[in-house]
């Protein structure tokens, strides 16, 4: 399992990883979401004539 579950993971996932970090789950999502964002936006400038 992944820190930052896949964004159609079930909120058990994101449950357990809260408690593991000691924050809510809501927390976890929006943690991913950032997250995930900031990757598409790296990958995008690395890349762009593919």
């Given at each position: 399992m992944s820190?930052?579950?896949a964004a159609d993971a079930c909120p058990a996932d994101l449950?357990?990883?809260g408690?593991?970090?000691q924050i809510s789950r809501s927390y976890v999502s929006?943690?991913?979401t950032h997250a995930l964002e900031q990757?598409?936006?790296g990958w995008l400038q690395e890349?762009?004539?593919e």
């Open positions: 820190v930052f579950p449950c357990m990883v408690k593991l970090l929006r943690l991913e990757l598409r936006k890349s762009p004539g």
